[in-house]
């Protein structure tokens, strides 16, 4: 089920518009979902720098001894309003299990 983008309220299977707040909803996208168990990057992510930790760490989501991590490129693809925010920054993911261990905005 969706939700609107501008209130939260869920949305009807179909919905064109939200019943509260009479805002048009956008069309689907291709999104890619952080919450499930995956085991290989999508091909969009494959191109992301990897950074050589000087010593071993332990990822703290997969328990895991990493000596890379690696860095991918955050860019701003929709805003419904003149946002404050910045058009892009980085997300920092362990090359064991692939779970964000830190993202970033930035003006750059």
């Known amino acids: 089920m969706q939700t609107c983008h501008a209130c939260g309220k869920d949305l009807a299977d179909g919905a064109t518009r939200c019943h509260v707040c009479l805002v048009a909803v956008p069309e689907e996208q291709e999104v890619y979902d952080l919450s499930s168990e995956t085991t290989?990057?999508?091909?969009?992510?494959?191109?992301?720098?990897?950074?050589?930790?000087?010593?071993?760490?332990?990822?703290?989501h997969c328990k895991e001894l990493i000596r890379s991590l690696r860095v991918l490129r955050l860019k701003r693809t929709q805003v419904s309003f003149t946002s404050p925010l910045p058009r892009a920054g980085r997300v920092i993911v362990c090359t064991s299990c692939l779970a964000i261990l830190?993202?970033?905005?930035?003006?750059?």
Do not use: H, K, Q
């Open 40 to 60: 290989s990057l999508p091909p969009e992510w494959e191109g992301g720098a990897v950074y050589a930790l000087e010593r071993s760490a332990r990822c703290p």
């Open 102 to 108: 830190s993202a970033d905005l930035s003006t750059f």
